[in-house]
Protein backbone atom coordinates (compact mmCIF):
# COMPACT_ATOMS: atom_id res chain seq x y z
CA UNK A 1 0.00 0.00 0.00
CA UNK A 2 2.79 2.24 0.62
CA UNK A 3 4.30 1.55 -2.48
CA UNK A 4 1.19 2.78 -4.57
CA UNK A 5 0.98 5.60 -2.40
CA UNK A 6 3.91 6.86 -2.73
CA UNK A 7 3.66 6.13 -6.85
CA UNK A 8 0.42 7.65 -7.55
CA UNK A 9 0.03 10.19 -4.72
CA UNK A 10 1.96 13.23 -3.37
CA UNK A 11 2.50 16.72 -4.42
CA UNK A 12 3.93 18.37 -7.24
CA UNK A 13 7.31 19.57 -8.42
CA UNK A 14 10.30 17.25 -8.56
CA UNK A 15 8.18 14.53 -6.68
CA UNK A 16 5.62 14.56 -9.55
CA UNK A 17 8.39 13.96 -12.63
CA UNK A 18 9.45 11.12 -10.13
CA UNK A 19 5.96 10.00 -9.93
CA UNK A 20 5.46 10.17 -13.81
CA UNK A 21 9.02 7.97 -14.34
CA UNK A 22 7.76 5.45 -12.17
CA UNK A 23 4.06 5.64 -14.19
CA UNK A 24 5.80 5.10 -17.27
CA UNK A 25 8.33 2.36 -16.02
CA UNK A 26 5.23 0.74 -14.41
CA UNK A 27 3.41 0.81 -17.54
CA UNK A 28 6.80 -0.66 -19.65
CA UNK A 29 6.58 -3.50 -17.32
CA UNK A 30 2.70 -4.09 -17.65
CA UNK A 31 2.97 -4.24 -21.47
CA UNK A 32 6.07 -6.41 -21.57
CA UNK A 33 3.79 -9.16 -19.53
CA UNK A 34 0.40 -8.69 -21.73
CA UNK A 35 2.72 -9.25 -24.80
CA UNK A 36 3.81 -12.50 -23.36
CA UNK A 37 0.61 -13.50 -22.29
CA UNK A 38 -0.37 -13.34 -26.00
CA UNK A 39 2.28 -15.05 -27.25
CA UNK A 40 1.52 -18.47 -25.23
CA UNK A 41 -2.43 -18.06 -26.17
CA UNK A 42 -4.15 -20.12 -29.11
CA UNK A 43 -6.26 -18.28 -30.54
CA UNK A 44 -7.75 -21.14 -33.11
CA UNK A 45 -6.49 -20.07 -35.83
CA UNK A 46 -4.35 -22.89 -36.83
CA UNK A 47 -4.94 -25.97 -39.32
CA UNK A 48 -7.32 -27.64 -36.65
CA UNK A 49 -6.82 -30.97 -38.80
CA UNK A 50 -2.93 -29.96 -38.19
CA UNK A 51 -1.11 -33.40 -37.15
CA UNK A 52 1.36 -32.64 -33.66
CA UNK A 53 5.20 -31.57 -34.66
CA UNK A 54 6.83 -35.24 -35.28
CA UNK A 55 3.74 -36.87 -35.79
CA UNK A 56 3.38 -39.24 -38.71
CA UNK A 57 -0.24 -40.34 -39.93
CA UNK A 58 -1.15 -41.56 -43.47
CA UNK A 59 -2.53 -39.31 -46.04
CA UNK A 60 -6.27 -39.13 -45.77
CA UNK A 61 -6.99 -40.64 -49.76
CA UNK A 62 -4.75 -43.62 -48.15
CA UNK A 63 -6.93 -44.24 -45.23
CA UNK A 64 -10.23 -43.71 -46.85
CA UNK A 65 -8.30 -46.53 -49.81
CA UNK A 66 -7.32 -48.62 -46.68
CA UNK A 67 -10.81 -48.25 -44.69
CA UNK A 68 -12.70 -48.87 -47.92
CA UNK A 69 -10.74 -52.00 -49.19
CA UNK A 70 -11.49 -53.55 -45.70
CA UNK A 71 -15.11 -52.95 -45.66
CA UNK A 72 -15.39 -54.85 -49.09
CA UNK A 73 -13.59 -57.85 -47.74
CA UNK A 74 -15.90 -57.68 -44.62
CA UNK A 75 -18.97 -57.96 -47.02
CA UNK A 76 -17.51 -60.55 -49.61
CA UNK A 77 -16.83 -62.54 -46.49
CA UNK A 78 -20.51 -62.13 -44.79
CA UNK A 79 -21.44 -62.78 -48.30
CA UNK A 80 -20.13 -66.01 -48.14
CA UNK A 81 -21.15 -66.97 -44.86
CA UNK A 82 -24.57 -66.57 -45.31
CA UNK A 83 -24.49 -68.63 -48.17
CA UNK A 84 -22.27 -71.91 -46.97
CA UNK A 85 -24.64 -71.32 -43.70
CA UNK A 86 -27.91 -71.55 -45.67
CA UNK A 87 -26.28 -74.62 -47.55
CA UNK A 88 -24.86 -76.51 -44.79
CA UNK A 89 -28.45 -75.67 -43.08
CA UNK A 90 -30.17 -78.25 -45.84
CA UNK A 91 -28.42 -80.95 -44.61
CA UNK A 92 -30.25 -83.62 -42.77
CA UNK A 93 -29.84 -83.37 -39.15
CA UNK A 94 -27.21 -80.55 -38.83
CA UNK A 95 -30.07 -78.13 -36.95
CA UNK A 96 -28.71 -74.64 -36.70
CA UNK A 97 -25.46 -73.47 -38.04
CA UNK A 98 -23.14 -70.62 -37.71
CA UNK A 99 -20.71 -70.01 -40.05
CA UNK A 100 -17.20 -67.68 -40.72
CA UNK A 101 -15.47 -67.16 -43.49
CA UNK A 102 -11.95 -65.36 -43.87
CA UNK A 103 -10.66 -64.39 -47.16
CA UNK A 104 -7.48 -62.99 -48.09
CA UNK A 105 -8.41 -60.28 -50.11
CA UNK A 106 -11.77 -59.06 -52.01
CA UNK A 107 -12.88 -59.82 -55.69
CA UNK A 108 -10.08 -58.03 -58.41
CA UNK A 109 -11.41 -57.30 -61.95
CA UNK A 110 -9.20 -57.83 -65.18
CA UNK A 111 -9.58 -55.48 -67.84
CA UNK A 112 -9.66 -55.65 -71.47
CA UNK A 113 -6.63 -53.88 -72.90
CA UNK A 114 -6.08 -53.75 -76.48
CA UNK A 115 -2.26 -54.62 -77.19
CA UNK A 116 -0.33 -53.05 -79.86
CA UNK A 117 3.28 -53.95 -81.01
CA UNK A 118 5.95 -51.68 -83.09
CA UNK A 119 9.19 -52.79 -84.56
CA UNK A 120 11.60 -50.39 -86.50
CA UNK A 121 14.63 -51.70 -88.01
CA UNK A 122 17.55 -49.41 -88.83
CA UNK A 123 20.68 -50.09 -90.43
CA UNK A 124 24.05 -48.18 -89.93
CA UNK A 125 27.17 -48.23 -91.11
CA UNK A 126 30.67 -47.24 -90.35
CA UNK A 127 34.13 -46.08 -92.39
CA UNK A 128 35.49 -49.57 -92.03
CA UNK A 129 32.24 -50.79 -94.21
CA UNK A 130 30.99 -52.26 -91.44
CA UNK A 131 26.99 -52.95 -91.24
CA UNK A 132 25.18 -52.88 -88.16
CA UNK A 133 21.47 -53.79 -87.49
CA UNK A 134 19.24 -52.28 -84.78
CA UNK A 135 15.91 -53.61 -84.26
CA UNK A 136 13.62 -51.43 -81.91
CA UNK A 137 10.45 -53.05 -80.14
CA UNK A 138 7.54 -51.17 -78.37
CA UNK A 139 4.95 -52.80 -77.29
CA UNK A 140 1.56 -50.25 -76.08
CA UNK A 141 -1.60 -51.22 -74.25
CA UNK A 142 -5.22 -49.35 -74.47
CA UNK A 143 -7.73 -50.13 -72.20
CA UNK A 144 -10.80 -51.49 -73.90
CA UNK A 145 -14.23 -48.97 -72.98
CA UNK A 146 -17.73 -49.10 -73.38
CA UNK A 147 -20.15 -45.83 -73.21
CA UNK A 148 -22.79 -46.60 -70.82
CA UNK A 149 -26.20 -45.22 -70.77
CA UNK A 150 -25.05 -41.43 -69.25
CA UNK A 151 -22.27 -40.73 -71.91
CA UNK A 152 -19.93 -42.19 -69.30
CA UNK A 153 -16.82 -44.52 -70.43
CA UNK A 154 -16.72 -48.14 -68.55
CA UNK A 155 -13.97 -50.13 -69.23
CA UNK A 156 -14.68 -53.41 -70.23
CA UNK A 157 -14.16 -56.59 -67.35
CA UNK A 158 -12.07 -59.66 -69.02
CA UNK A 159 -12.68 -61.59 -65.63
CA UNK A 160 -12.72 -61.82 -62.21
CA UNK A 161 -10.95 -62.97 -59.64
CA UNK A 162 -11.91 -64.69 -56.21
CA UNK A 163 -9.94 -64.08 -53.58
CA UNK A 164 -8.41 -66.88 -51.68
CA UNK A 165 -9.97 -68.47 -48.58
CA UNK A 166 -8.00 -68.69 -45.19
CA UNK A 167 -10.41 -69.97 -42.96
CA UNK A 168 -13.54 -71.40 -42.85
CA UNK A 169 -15.11 -71.86 -38.74
CA UNK A 170 -18.59 -73.74 -38.90
CA UNK A 171 -20.75 -74.39 -35.65
CA UNK A 172 -23.44 -76.80 -35.92
CA UNK A 173 -25.34 -78.10 -33.44
CA UNK A 174 -25.83 -81.48 -35.29
CA UNK A 175 -21.82 -81.93 -35.52
CA UNK A 176 -21.54 -84.15 -32.28
CA UNK A 177 -22.22 -86.48 -34.23
CA UNK A 178 -19.13 -87.61 -36.06
CA UNK A 179 -21.19 -88.82 -39.50
CA UNK A 180 -22.53 -84.93 -40.08
CA UNK A 181 -19.56 -83.82 -39.19
CA UNK A 182 -17.72 -85.43 -42.07
CA UNK A 183 -20.79 -84.46 -44.41
CA UNK A 184 -20.08 -81.00 -42.91
CA UNK A 185 -16.86 -80.80 -43.45
CA UNK A 186 -16.92 -82.69 -46.80
CA UNK A 187 -19.43 -79.99 -47.92
CA UNK A 188 -17.56 -77.04 -47.21
CA UNK A 189 -14.31 -78.52 -49.24
CA UNK A 190 -16.29 -78.81 -51.96
CA UNK A 191 -18.40 -75.32 -51.72
CA UNK A 192 -15.37 -73.66 -51.55
CA UNK A 193 -13.03 -75.64 -52.56
CA UNK A 194 -10.33 -74.92 -49.67
CA UNK A 195 -7.71 -77.25 -48.00
CA UNK A 196 -8.98 -79.24 -45.36
CA UNK A 197 -6.10 -77.98 -42.83
CA UNK A 198 -8.67 -74.43 -43.30
CA UNK A 199 -11.16 -75.75 -42.27
CA UNK A 200 -12.84 -75.99 -38.47
CA UNK A 201 -16.11 -77.63 -38.00
CA UNK A 202 -17.54 -77.45 -34.03
CA UNK A 203 -20.76 -78.69 -32.06
CA UNK A 204 -22.74 -75.99 -30.57
CA UNK A 205 -23.16 -75.73 -27.12
CA UNK A 206 -26.24 -77.13 -26.06
Do not use: C, W
Not at 65 to 91: F, K, M, N, P, T
Not at 123 to 152: F, K, M, P
Request: glycine share 12%; charged share 20%; proline share 4%.
Amino acid sequence: MKFLNDLFGGDGGSGGAKKGQKVFLLALAVLGVFLLLIGHIDFGGGDPNASPVGATSPPIQQQSASVQARLQIQAEEEYLASRLQALLQQISGVGEVEVSVRLEGSTTSEYAVNHSTGRKVSDESDQAGTTRVTTDVSETGQLVVVRGDRGYEIPVVEREVAPRVVGVLVVAEGARNPQIKAELFRAIRIALGVEPHKILVLPKKL
